[in-house]
């Protein structure tokens, strides 16, 4: 789910939450599109993430994801994310 834009975003799991984003529109800077660089990091609001990334530490898995390669835990199939600007979380105009 997206807080901000009000939106719920189905994610199939042959796709990327990156991918999903962008095709209703919304645009999340990336470089690597595979979880190194930290570029798509995203506040993780509440939920669990499956993260994939190899960036993150624990403290930041907690409360960020990284959209280009990290899902939402099967079990609970859902999360909640907001847009970051950088990596000391401030949250975007």
Do not use: F
Not at 37 to 64: F, M, Q, Y
Not at 72 to 79: G, L, N
């Amino acid at each position: 789910m997206l807080k901000r834009a009000g939106k719920t975003l189905h994610v199939p799991a042959d796709k990327s939450i990156l991918a999903a984003l962008a095709d209703i529109g919304i645009k999340v800077k990336t470089l690597c599109r595979e979880g190194v660089c930290g570029t798509c990091r995203v506040g993780l609001i509440s939920g669990r993430a499956d993260h994939r990334d190899e960036v993150l530490t624990d403290e930041e898995r907690e409360r960020n994801i990284q959209v280009c390669v990290s899902r939402a835990v099967p079990a609970r199939r859902w999360c909640w994310i907001c847009r970051r600007t950088n990596r000391t979380n401030r949250r975007s105009p």
